[in-house]
């Protein structure tokens, strides 16, 4: 059984920057697959970036060039770095993982992992 804990989320205003992090445990191979999901108040969830075990990455278009996601096999480690945030950036992020796993792509129903979630403000 794969634990996700997310950290990281906070306030901040347009134009700033955050870094989620998510700790994974309850796996033992890199064959991992995770993801950054969001879900703003009144909309569906959404997928935000994914990567897979070799290292690939999907990014939704509403943040392409300003959000990076990266993984730390020896840290069992995901990050999203969130640059040039704007307010319709605010939801809450979660982390999701597949394992074990090869391949994905930004849709949610290929995870079968979930964190509790981190709420990103931005302000205008």
């Known amino acids: 059984q794969v634990q996700l804990v997310e950290s990281g989320g906070g306030s901040v205003q347009a134009g700033g920057s955050l870094r989620l992090s998510c700790a994974a445990s309850?796996?033992?191979?890199?064959?991992?697959?995770m993801g950054w999901f969001r879900r703003a108040p009144g909309k569906e969830r959404e997928g935000v970036a994914t990567i897979d075990s070799y290292g690939s990455t999907s990014y939704a278009d509403s943040v392409k060039g300003r959000f990076t996601i990266s993984k730390d096999n020896a840290k069992k480690t995901l990050y999203l770095q969130m640059n040039s945030l704007k307010p319709e950036d605010t939801a809450m992020y979660y982390c999701a993982a597949d394992y074990p796993c090869y391949y994905v792509n930004l849709d949610a129903r290929r995870f079968r992992y979930w964190g509790q979630g981190t709420q990103v403000t931005v302000s205008s």
């Open positions: 309850g796996y033992t191979s890199a064959r991992i697959c």
